[in-house]
C-alpha cells in the first residue's frame, strides 16, 4: 500500500468516527420528540423515507459486498439496480434523510448543525470512496455519469 493509500484509509476512518458520533448526537437530539409522540409530521415523513431506502439499498447490495469505510470490500461487484440505479450512494442518502427527521425533531440550532456536518462529512467520505470505486471498477466513470452521488436528477 502506497503512502497515498494509507493517508486515504486513514482519512476514511477519520470520516467513518464522525459520521457515528455526529449519528449518535442527532439520535439524541431527535429521539425524545419521536418517543414522546411530539415529532413533527415532516420529521415523520423524512425518517420513514430514510428508513425505506435504507431497507431498499440493503436488498440491493446485501452485506458483504459494501463497507461502512469507504474502501471497497476485496471481489465487491458494482451495484447498479435498485435505488443505486439512481443514485450512486443511496445509504449516506439514508442517514442525511433520518438526520434531517432527527434536526426537525429536536428543533434546535445544535441539531441542524450536526446534520450540516453529517451532510459535509458524507460528501467527503463519497468522495474518497469514488476515487477507490474509479479505480477498482473500469464501468464506475460511465456510471458516474448517468447516475447522481445522492439525489436522483439534482446532485
Not at 449519528?23 to 420513514?48: D, E, K, M, S
Request: proline share 6%; charged share 15%; net charge positive.
Amino acid at each position: 500500500m502506497t503512502s497515498i493509500d494509507q493517508r486515504r484509509v486513514f482519512l476514511g476512518n477519520v470520516l467513518v468516527v464522525l459520521q457515528l458520533v455526529l449519528i449518535a448526537v442527532l439520535v439524541a437530539l431527535g429521539a425524545p420528540a419521536f418517543v414522546r409522540g411530539r415529532a413533527a409530521p415532516g420529521a415523520w415523513i423524512f425518517a420513514a423515507a430514510g428508513t425505506a431506502l435504507i431497507v431498499w439499498a440493503l436488498y440491493w447490495n446485501r452485506p458483504g459486498n459494501f463497507n461502512v469505510r469507504p474502501v471497497p470490500r476485496p471481489g465487491a461487484r458494482l451495484i447498479e439496480q435498485g435505488p443505486y440505479r439512481w443514485i450512486r450512494h443511496p445509504m449516506y442518502s439514508a442517514v442525511m434523510l433520518c438526520g434531517i427527521a432527527a434536526a426537525w425533531a429536536a428543533a434546535s440550532w445544535p441539531a441542524w448543525l450536526a446534520e450540516a456536518a453529517l451532510v459535509a462529512v458524507l460528501a467527503a467520505k463519497a468522495g474518497l470512496e469514488e476515487r477507490w470505486m474509479l479505480a477498482r471498477h473500469a464501468e464506475y466513470a460511465s456510471y458516474c455519469a448517468r447516475t447522481r452521488r445522492f439525489v436522483p436528477g439534482i446532485i
